[in-house]
């Protein structure tokens, strides 16, 4: 069943994500009406996520969030195979960044990827760098305050050397989302930036 949701997810058609969510409610059917073999685990969940985060429409956010709400509730319920980790948490910050829709829309994907933030960090999961380009492309994206976009992404960066995740694509993301925090990297004496290595440390580049 996960690999036939996997289709839909990766397909660029409007539909693709509806496809994959009428999929994953089947196999949950399924599971209730007693054949065990269609249970669904935090794979075919997470790339139900990953579908909403590539469509198109404006409440993908919401859609996403409610997803991992749901993960969530089973995994304490004593479902082990539902346990979100940094990719399902990644893909609920990709429909965010993604989300085009009015003010309100916005606003709510900035909310939501707050939450998820705050989820991962409530559960124990270690944020990658993944994630941290992610929640900035959230805010270079979605927050139309100057102010508080600054604001919110200092933030996040900050956490980001914190725990040793400041890699190229962070920086680049930083360099082109949002130029004023970028002007303020430690330099060299030429003006090259000179990132110091503990903001890198725990990098994993097979995480990408």
């Known amino acids: 069943f996960t690999n036939v949701i996997i289709a839909p997810w990766k397909s660029n058609k409007p539909e693709g994500a509806f496809k994959a969510q009428k999929i994953l409610d089947r196999m949950i059917k ?6 065990l073999s269609s249970k669904p685990d935090a794979v075919a969940y997470t790339c139900v996520i990953q579908a909403w985060a590539r469509s198109t429409v404006p409440d993908k956010s919401q859609k996403a ?5 749901r993960m969530v509730d089973l995994y304490e319920s004593g479902n082990l195979d539902m346990r979100p980790n940094y990719i399902t948490y990644s893909a609920v910050l990709n429909a965010c960044a993604y989300t085009r829709g009015d003010r ?5 994907a900035t909310k ?6 705050a989820e991962m960090q409530k559960r124990g999961e270690k944020p990658t760098h993944i ?9 270079a994206k979605q927050v139309k305050d100057v102010r508080e976009r600054a604001r ?5 960066f900050e956490r980001c050397c914190q725990e040793g995740q400041v ?4 920086i680049g993301t930083l360099r082109m989302s949002i130029p004023s925090l970028y002007e303020k990297l430690p330099r060299n004496a030429e003006g090259m930036l000179d990132i110091p290595l503990a903001w890198s440390k725990n990098v994993n580049l097979n995480n990408a």
């Open 30 to 35: 399924s599971c209730d009406d007693g054949n």
């Open 65 to 69: 969030w409610e997803l991992l709400q």
């Open 104 to 108: 309100k829309d916005q606003e709510r």
């Open 112 to 117: 939501i990827a707050l939450m998820t933030m």
């Open 131 to 139: 994630t941290f380009r992610t929640l900035l492309l959230v805010f």
């Open 152 to 156: 919110l992404a200092s933030v996040a």
């Open 167 to 170: 890699d190229q694509s962070v």
